[in-house]
């Protein structure tokens, strides 16, 4: 799309209107020659030297302003056959001419030059032109005689200098329309620059070529305290604590050294009421023209909640540790929100496998060796945990061990960190092998399924007490015999 597309420029917005009047100011002097610049609503940018013959007699008789707009018309109308000009002998003798003036494609104006005679005027004329429209005879004649007499030839040369003319105003209209094209899209990246430093919690800054802050985001202010100003001209070393700016001058100095990126460095620094707040850096080298660092602009982002979490969990995970440590139990912890798991080693062992041939972990790899139907019953019991519905998820369920093989775990949980909006992020757990109970409840599934087979075929019932509570039991065959439902109390 073209820049006149895009703005409705008006020509004085594009021009010196008052360098071009001294410039015709100064032109008049050496060529005693009238001349205007219009712009298209008609409006009288500049003007010089217009005769007192049409000023003050024609452009005033409104028979003879009549004849002045059908000259006004006739140039308007011709404009696009002008090369460089168009002309026009007005009814009343005088000679007009219009140059338009184009910038960047776009018509917004016309250099008018006229009021004046090619060759000596016929004086009978005027005086008869006085007489028919009742002028001062006297005053009307000296008019005619001020008006300027010119050879054509004096005029082409004249047109040619003004086509000229016309294109340093053009070019100078480009220019300053490239200017203002540039102010704008500055003024509206630095409205989008503003309106993103607004919306984003970080703070962001500019250090100069010598490591001082010359720029910070008002952001600076919620996450340590300060405003600004002041921090503005002092370093990112005079935040931190004594410690962190031992350890992390070096690294700034081997970052400015190389010229390279700041990634990533976490560096604990004091807020303004005293507390330690850990922040996440990352930045850029600014370069100059020649290649020369001139500094760096970057972001800080407050990660001490992160930090202390990050702490809290370490320790929660060595209280885990040493707990299952004596229990024979694998460990697991999963990242709900990034799918990251973490297991230990006896997690592993307990389907034949060693971490490192795990690794990496995951929920999609824990998924492939878990059995089908058990991920899905899995996966509905974890949404009853998520949703409040049960206080931890428990299930047994069935994992493929290295060998080949199905084992029996029983698979205990719980969420024990919970985001602002109550959705879960954090959740731990245990892996218990009860593969020898299972396969003995199995067995004993079996077993009694062959006993009831077996009574059936033989016609012969039998019963069962447990001792702890004298409680009797009946086969499906000895309520048969003594003709009772099994479900009548024994």
């Known amino acids: 799309m073209e820049t006149s597309d895009r703005m409705d420029y008006q020509l ?11 410039l015709q100011e100064k032109l008049n002097v050496i060529y005693s020659f009238p001349s205007a610049i219009i712009d298209n609503n008609g409006k009288i940018l500049t003007s010089v030297a217009w005769q007192d013959i049409c000023t003050k007699f024609h452009r005033l008789h409104p028979q003879c302003e009549e004849m002045c707009i059908k000259s006004d018309k006739y140039i308007s109308d011709h404009l696009h056959e002008a090369n460089p ?3 026009y ?6 000679t007009d001419n219009a140059t338009p003036i184009i910038i960047d494609g776009k018509h917004l104006g016309n250099f008018f030059t006229g009021q004046f005679f090619l060759g000596k005027p016929n004086l009978d004329f005027f005086r008869e032109q006085a007489k028919k429209y009742g002028f001062e005879e006297q005053a009307y004649m000296k008019a005619v005689r001020k008006t300027p007499v010119w050879s054509k030839e004096k005029l082409s040369q004249y047109l040619d200098f003004i086509k000229d003319f016309i294109e ?5 209209g480009l220019k300053n329309i490239r200017q203002i094209e ?11 620059n503003r309106a993103i430093i607004q919306s984003t919690s970080d ?3 500019e250090l100069d070529k010598q490591g001082n802050y010359c720029y910070c985001s008002e952001n600076i202010e919620q996450i340590l305290g300060f405003t600004p100003d002041e921090v503005i001209g002092k370093s990112p070393f005079d935040q931190m604590t004594r410690e962190e700016t031992g350890r992390s001058h070096s690294i700034y100095q081997g970052i400015l050294v190389s010229k390279g990126e700041i990634i990533d460095l976490e560096n604990w620094n004091l807020h303004r009421d005293g507390h330690e707040v850990c922040l996440l850096t990352n930045g850029f080298p600014l370069m100059d023209e020649a290649g020369n660092l001139r500094g760096y602009m970057g972001t800080n982002k407050d990660i001490t909640e992160k930090k202390y979490a990050e702490e809290l969990l370490t320790k929660e995970r060595g209280r885990l540790s040493s707990i299952l440590k004596g229990t024979n139990s694998g460990s697991w912890e999963w990242n709900i929100q ?14 034949g496998y060693t971490l490192a041939e795990l690794s990496p ?3 999609e790899k824990w998924k492939h060796i878990a059995h089908p139907q058990d991920v899905i019953v899995s996966g509905q019991l974890l949404k009853k945990h998520f949703r409040g519905e049960s206080d931890f998820y428990e299930f047994e369920m069935r994992l493929r061990h290295k060998s080949g093989d199905w084992i029996w775990v029983l698979d205990r949980g719980k969420v024990h960190a919970w985001d602002k909006d109550g959705n879960p992020l954090l959740m731990s757990g245990s892996h218990v092998d009860i593969t020898r109970r299972k396969k003995a409840e199995i067995a004993l599934r079996e077993s009694e399924a062959l006993l009831a087979e077996a009574e059936k075929v033989a016609k012969f019932g039998s019963w069962r007490t447990d001792l702890s509570n004298f409680r009797l039991s009946w086969s499906s065959e000895t309520f048969r015999i003594f003709g009772l439902e099994p479900d009548t109390d024994q």
């Open 12 to 22: 004085e917005d594009l021009v010196d209107i008052e360098l071009l009047q001294r």
């Open 85 to 87: 000009a168009v002309s």
């Open 89 to 94: 002998i007005c009814p009343h003798g005088l």
């Open 168 to 172: 340093i105003i053009a070019g100078l």
């Open 182 to 192: 540039s102010n704008l899209a500055l003024k509206n990246s630095e409205a989008r």
């Open 203 to 205: 703070w962001i800054w």
């Open 338 to 351: 990034t799918g990251e798991t973490v297991f230990n080693e006896r997690w592993a062992e307990i389907i």
């Open 361 to 363: 972990l995951s929920v």
